[in-house]
């Protein structure tokens, strides 16, 4: 999994700045796919992002352009540090991944409870 943050979102006028971070991530074959940190998950000294992908009201998953509750691709990206001080996401180890949604289902409980 490559990413790089992207200023340029495709077609810019279903996205605004409200949307937060665009990620855009590429593909072994080079498919390019743009995501918005919904948050980011602390674990230890980690930092971990978790990525909703964007979609135009096309692309989402059905044909009638409405705004349904289509099923969204979600990802987990650790976000570290390259060698410019830009951060990177790169996908977790399965250990990582584990202690990511142990620390995620901690933050939606405590969020249950206020």
């Known amino acids: 999994m490559t990413d790089k943050r992207n200023e340029q979102i495709p077609d810019e006028e279903n996205f605004s700045d409200d949307d937060g971070i665009i990620v855009e991530m590429t593909d072994d074959d080079g498919n390019s796919y743009f995501y918005v940190e919904e948050m980011v998950i602390p674990v230890g000294n980690d930092k971990f992002a978790l ?18 509750d289509c099923d969204d691709d979600v990802i987990i990206a650790k976000i570290v540090t390259n060698a410019d001080g830009e951060d990177e996401y790169i996908e977790p180890t399965d250990e990582e991944f584990e202690a990511v949604q142990a620390a995620y289902e901690k933050i939606l409980d405590e969020d249950e409870t206020t």
């Open 51 to 68: 990525l909703v992908e964007l979609h135009d009201e096309h692309e989402h998953g059905c044909d009638c352009g409405c705004d349904c």
